[in-house]
C-alpha cells in the first residue's frame, strides 16, 4: 500500500529554472493539496483539487501552478524558480472532512 | 480570520512525566479538528478527528480532547519514541484546512 508518493525526494534549481513536483495516491481519494513547510511557519497551503480537472488556489499560489488530468496525480508545476521558494513540500490526499495522507516530502533549494 | 495557536511552542519532559498540548482555534464554524505526528524529514501523520465539544479520542499514549474554543492532547507516561511535533489542523466551512505551527516534544529518556 504505497498511499502517497513524491518525486524527487531533494532537488536543488538556479534562480529562472523550472521543475514538475509529481505526486501520486493510490488510494481513490477525491480530495489532494499541495502544501509547503518552512521553519517556524507551519504547513502553508499552495494548491488544492477536489477533483480531476477542477484545482483552486491556497493561501500562497504565487509562482506555482497545478494541474489535475487523473484522480491519482497532482503535479505542482514552479516556472522561474526564485530563492522565496526554498522550502519543503508536501503533497497529500484525502477523502472529503477526513484525516490527510502526506507523501514524504520534497525539500527544494533555490540558489 | 480564521487561526489556529498551538502552546507550548516547546516542551521537555522525563520519561514517565505526563502533561498536555493545547491547540486554541478561532474559526467560524468548525467541521472538524486533526492531530497530527511530524518525525523529522517526514510528512505529518494523521492521528485523530474529533467533530464536536465533549468528543475525546485515544490511541495507545495519547487522548485527544476538544472544547469550543481549544482542544488538548494528553500525553501519559511518554516515551522518547513519542518525541516528535504534534499538529494541529482545524476545518472550517468549506474544504481548506488552517494548521497550527505545531508543539516540538522530546522525551528524556
Known amino acids: 500500500n504505497a498511499g502517497v508518493t513524491q518525486t524527487p525526494k531533494f532537488r536543488i534549481l538556479k534562480i529562472g529554472q523550472s521543475m514538475t513536483l509529481q505526486c501520486t495516491q493510490d488510494m481513490n481519494h477525491n480530495y489532494m493539496y499541495w502544501y509547503r513547510q518552512d521553519p517556524g511557519m507551519g504547513l502553508k497551503l499552495i494548491y488544492y483539487?477536489?477533483?480531476?480537472?477542477?484545482?483552486d488556489k491556497g493561501e500562497v499560489p504565487n509562482g506555482y501552478n497545478v494541474s489535475r488530468s487523473t484522480t491519482e496525480d497532482f503535479p505542482l508545476r514552479l516556472e522561474l524558480a526564485a530563492p522565496s521558494q526554498t522550502s519543503v513540500y508536501f503533497c497529500a490526499s484525502s477523502f472529503r472532512d477526513a484525516g490527510y495522507t502526506f507523501g514524504s516530502g520534497t525539500r527544494l533549494t533555490v540558489v | 480570520e480564521d487561526q489556529v495557536t498551538q502552546s507550548p511552542e516547546a516542551l521537555r519532559l522525563q520519561e514517565g512525566e505526563s502533561s498536555s498540548l493545547n491547540c486554541s482555534y478561532t474559526?467560524?464554524?468548525?467541521?472538524?479538528l486533526f492531530w497530527y505526528r511530524q518525525d523529522p524529514g517526514k510528512g505529518p501523520e494523521f492521528l485523530f478527528t474529533?467533530?464536536?465539544a465533549g468528543e475525546e479520542k485515544e490511541k495507545e499514549r495519547l487522548k485527544a480532547t476538544l472544547t469550543k474554543k481549544e482542544s488538548f492532547l494528553h500525553i501519559t507516561a511518554p516515551k522518547p519514541e513519542d518525541s516528535a511535533t504534534y499538529l494541529c489542523?482545524?476545518?472550517?466551512?468549506?474544504?481548506?484546512?488552517?494548521f497550527g505551527k505545531g508543539t516540538r516534544l522530546h522525551i528524556l529518556p
Open positions: 474559526v467560524s464554524g468548525l467541521r472538524g
Open positions: 483539487s477536489v477533483g480531476a480537472g477542477i484545482t
Open positions: 489542523a482545524v476545518q472550517a466551512s468549506g474544504d481548506k484546512i488552517i
Open positions: 474529533l467533530y464536536s
